[in-house]
T-cell receptor, first 114, second 110 residues
Framework: DTGVSQDPRHKITKRGQNVTFRCDPI?????LYWYRQTLGQGPEFLTY????????KSRLLSDRFSAERPKGSFSTLEIQRTEQGDSAMYLC????????????FGSGTRLTVV | DQQVKQNSPSLSVQEGRISILNCDYT??????FLWYKKYPAEGPTFLIS?????DKNEDGRFTVFLNKSAKHLSLHIVPSQPGDSAVYFC?????????FGTGTSLTVIP
């Protein structure tokens, strides 16, 4: 297990298109998180799963965003009808049930909407 | 509404000297704090943490200090090494999510 994997590393899309990102967490971590980071800012929480259940969503997560973790393992984050403001680094992290020991982050997916 | 603030966007320190990175927060309910380090093109890497019941935690060259009354925490790196050059984020939590500061870019000059 080499840590948290995210795919793709980079995505360029035209405004209005849909995009989907994938995250594979560390196998023994049952919590999975999505964060978004824009230039000059720290990561901002989007949503998190415990196993397959999505337990919390930020108000940053508009109706165009949807995240799934169907079998409690990998997760996908889909953005529909992308807008230029969606351009950001999308970070996935995983943790044990007690996240206070820190997350393990993936390298992120950098989305550019043109 | 930025609940965690890092007011210094950048810091330069000579190799071998102490680096002090600062972080302020506004929510008195935060009970756990972490520091992350981030290199370009990589995700943040967990560095060190501290619970609100403590005021100091040490791990090798890294020490985190927490001043709850001032709602302030700091990260000390002694001695600083060129490989420490990175962006450092502090983060705070009340439970399931962490709130991150905007980061401080540390440059350690050989």
């Amino acid at each position: 297990d080499t840590g948290v994997s995210q795919d793709p590393r980079h995505k360029i899309t035209k405004r209005g298109q849909n995009v989907t990102f994938r995250c594979d967490p560390i196998s023994e971590h049952n919590r999975l998180y999505w964060y978004r980071q824009t230039l000059g800012q720290g990561p901002e929480f989007l949503t998190y799963f415990q196993n397959e259940a999505q337990l919390e969503k930020s108000r940053l997560l508009s109706d165009r965003f949807s995240a799934e973790r169907p079998k409690g393992s990998f997760s996908t984050l889909e953005i529909q009808r992308t807008e230029q403001g969606d351009s950001a680094m999308y970070l996935c992290a995983s943790s044990l049930p007690t996240p206070n020991y820190g997350y393990t982050f993936g390298s992120g997916t950098r989305l550019t909407v043109v | 509404d930025q609940q965690v603030k890092q007011n210094s966007p950048s810091l330069s320190v000579q190799e071998g000297r102490i680096s002090i990175l600062n972080c302020d927060y506004t929510n008195s309910m935060f009970d756990y704090f972490l520091w992350y380090k981030k290199y370009p093109a990589e995700g943040p890497t967990f560095l060190i943490s501290i619970s609100s019941i403590k005021d100091k935690n040490e791990d090798g060259r890294f020490t985190v200090f927490l001043n709850k009354s001032a709602k302030h925490l700091s990260l000390h790196i002694v001695p600083s090494q060129p490989g420490d050059s990175a962006v450092y984020f502090c983060a705070a939590s009340t439970g399931n999510q962490f709130y991150f500061g905007t980061g401080t870019s540390l440059t350690v000059i050989p």
